[in-house]
């Protein structure tokens, strides 16, 4: 069965520091994979998604970024966090045009 | 922007009755999917039931069922014999055909249930 992971679960950073979340999926082979956020009291806004290995599409344009190195790893950076990166981070996985299924997430807040 | 509307930011229902929770899309595709999620307060989303829009039979999972009518753009869901444990966010998403796009979610509903 396919598992997604991510950490860390909780992460509390000031204003500037730098930032890195890590998404990983088992079980399965080139996943799509996709960064959301959710921010206090709302939906889900789609971030980033990716079909393969270096293959990134962005949604959103900010200060945030992410990558791909390895087939079933998606990684979530920002070099200076601002305030408003402050929210709920969920990875998800997919195969082809089917539903997503996300891991449990990570609660950011910036100070 | 193609959205995804849920009219109803809370709803109330008692214990083993039954609710149905509301959702509007926008869409200029005649493929696309439509789905159900639950977010529980561990905020972990839960896949409910997807509807392909191509299928004309509503999609059925055990107490949860959708009432699908595309040309009205609506994509309702409803809960049976409601439990306690069916309270959460519920987020209706649609997704693109033909692609890998990510899902549009609404702002989602807030299900209460009443012992």
């Known amino acids: 069965s396919q598992t997604i992971h991510q950490w860390p679960a909780t992460l509390v950073q000031p204003v500037g520091s730098p930032l890195s979340l890590e998404c990983t999926v088992e079980?399965?082979?080139?996943?799509?994979l996709y960064w959301y956020r959710q921010a206090a009291g709302r939906g889900l806004q789609l971030l980033f998604y990716s079909v393969g290995i270096g293959q990134i599409s962005s949604e959103v344009p900010q200060n945030l970024s992410a990558s791909r190195p390895q087939d079933r790893q998606f990684i979530l950076s920002s070099k200076k966090l601002l305030l408003s990166d402050s929210g709920f981070y969920l990875c998800?996985?997919?195969?082809?045009?089917?539903?997503?299924?996300f891991g449990p997430g990570t609660r950011l807040t910036v100070t | 922007a193609q959205t995804v509307t849920q009219s109803q930011p809370e709803m109330s229902v008692q214990e083993a009755e039954t609710v149905t929770l509301s959702c509007t899309y926008d869409?200029?595709?005649?493929?696309?999917?439509l789905f159900w999620y639950k977010q529980p307060p561990s905020r972990q989303m839960i896949l409910v039931i997807r509807?392909?829009?191509?299928?004309?039979q509503n999609a059925t999972e055990n107490r949860f069922s959708v009432n699908f009518q595309k040309a009205a753009k609506s994509f309702s869901l409803k809960i049976s014999d409601s439990q306690l444990g069916d309270a959460a966010m519920y987020f209706c998403a649609r997704l693109r055909g033909g692609g890998a796009d990510g899902l549009t979610f609404g702002k989602g509903t807030h299900l209460i249930i009443q012992p």
């Open positions: 869409t200029s595709e005649s493929d696309y999917y």
């Open positions: 079980g399965t082979s080139n996943p799509n």
């Open positions: 509807q392909e829009a191509y299928k004309q």
């Open positions: 998800a996985w997919s195969r082809g045009w089917n539903e997503q299924y």
